[in-house]
């Protein structure tokens, strides 16, 4: 049963323009009478709640990219507190050997991709170099790509994460990938489609979510990559990046992976696929673009 009009609460601040709010005063008492700030009007935004309030968070974007060149700390100051993530929920990821005998060791990392927003929605639109500071600032680092092969790895190794109940049968679950959506999606969603499941299971119990589907995922390239995780020269046949899957690109729900010798000097690696990546997506796909690129399709996820 609907409430009734009169019962439904409406927000007083939409139903007017500038009002007074807050009582503002300058550090240096330059708005005491005579003063030369005297009578000046202020409009304020509270930097603490930029998480939920989007119309503060483009305004202080607007700020920075306007003011970034004239006053470069102040901007970066103000970058930290557009950047800062809603906390993160850590699994461990236990030592993985992989197929060409390379030892991952034990690591931890973000169960969902890192995010802004109370309901878990990924943080996207934000470029490789800024992922990275993004990590750096919450004290974590950008997961690297031997860590995401890790994982993968172990994903594949689980009967449970194979739409047949055993390794080697069906698909391994790709995720949110048919294009039943048109944008990234809140932590609780849910897809109709039982092969959209979002999850994966390791082999110690734990379960990592979006790791194929949904959106793609910068990574720390620490095999091809230069000191900032950027790709400098081919991928090798034997490298693991292209070595791990144990089926060939778009086989069993592995997901797209290129052919030995591609260049992709100068840009960043993405994994994973998105929502409209079809059977392009799953969890050894590897692409690559320009690291100062920002998508709504590519997030990142963090470790510690």
């Known amino acids: 049963m609907n409430a009734p009009e009169s019962a439904v609460a409406v927000n007083p601040d939409t139903q007017r323009g500038i009002y ?42 607007a700020y920075i990219e306007s003011c970034e060149e004239e006053f470069p700390l102040l901007a970066e100051d103000l970058r930290g507190y557009v950047d800062r993530m809603q906390p993160v929920a850590f699994i461990s990821v236990p030592e993985v050997t992989l197929p060409n ?6 690591f931890s990392v973000g169960q969902h991709l890192c995010s802004q927003s109370p309901d878990g929605t990924p943080w996207v639109e934000v470029s490789y170099h800024n992922a990275r500071k993004a990590c750096e600032r919450a004290g974590t680092k950008l997961i ?45 969603y ?24 949904h959106c793609f ?35 069993k729900g592995t997901g797209w992976r290129p052919q030995a010798g591609a260049n992709w000097s100068g840009s960043a690696l993405i994994r994973g696929g998105c929502w409209h990546s079809g059977r392009h997506a799953g969890v050894f796909y590897l692409g690559y673009v320009w690291p100062d690129r920002e998508f709504d399709n590519i997030g990142f996820r963090c470790t510690k």
């Open 217 to 251: 995922t910068w990574v720390f390239d620490d095999v091809q990559g230069n000191a900032d995780g950027i790709v400098d020269r081919v991928i090798a046949a034997d490298s693991p990046s292209l070595t791990t899957a144990p089926f060939p690109s778009r086989e």
């Open 144 to 188: 690297t790509e031997l860590q995401a092969l890790a994982i993968a790895h172990e994903i594949a190794q689980q009967d449970i994460n194979w739409t047949g109940g055993k390794v080697g049968e069906g698909n391994i679950f790709i995720g949110i990938h048919k294009g039943n959506v048109g944008e990234v999606q809140p932590a609780a």
């Open 190 to 213: 849910i897809s109709p489609d039982e092969e959209e499941r979002r999850w994966h299971q390791l082999s110690n119990g734990e379960c990592i979510y979006d790791f194929a589907g």
């Open 20 to 61: 007074p709010k807050y009582n503002v005063s300058r550090v240096d008492g330059s708005d005491a009478p005579g003063e030369r700030n005297h009578g000046h009007m202020h409009f304020v935004l509270d930097l603490d709640k930029l998480a939920t309030d989007a119309h503060a968070k483009s305004a202080i974007v």
């Open 101 to 106: 005998g390379v030892v991952v060791p034990s």
